[in-house]
């Protein structure tokens, strides 16, 4: 009590409207909102048990039982609602005060494999690139994509504002690091385009 925590809401809350909870106040405010949502009501519908349980009850145990069962749907689907769980107990000792410890946090992830390596071969791109001839936009995407070495997200978000045509470069405004910003420099014939 005199720590500040709510133990008492601990020991009636379920672990379901703990996670409806983080879902409406935490998750809502991230851009992957739609996808947490989903692998959150699949974690609910594939552990009843656990999800029926008081947030107070919740031992790592019960987490690594949580984790060996999601790991048969794949160790990297595992590996992401143990994230998801982790923050959500991390949220109800900082945020809502309901807990004092983080069960999640004693559980190993699993290890994963690198992605593999494909790259684009020369002979793919130019047919690519002959396809796309047919419609403009795509085909100025693919060139400004592959000379530049953007990702996807960067292109879309580009404007004529962006377009430096004194020094051939191309400001990047909007990238995965907020709040930055770079400059690519870009082939002159891509630029006239």
Sequence with gaps: ISRGYLSGVASKIKVKEAIKKYLKEISVMKSSHKNETGIWLRLIKNNKAFSEMRLAEVRPTHILNVRNKSSRRGRT??????????????????????????????????????????????????QILNEAKKNWSTYLYLLILRNGGFRPKEV????????????NLIIVRKQKAQNTYRLVPIKPYIMNL
């Design 156 to 167: 879309h978000a580009l404007t004529h504002n962006d377009l430096d045509l004194i020094k």
């Design 77 to 126: 689907v595992a590996n992401y609602e143990l994230k998801l769980l982790n923050h959500m107990f991390n949220t109800a000792i900082d945020v809502w005060r309901y807990v004092e410890v983080n069960p999640v946090a004693h559980i190993k992830k699993f290890k994963t494999s690198k992605g593999r390596y494909a790259p684009l071969y020369f002979a793919e791109y130019r």
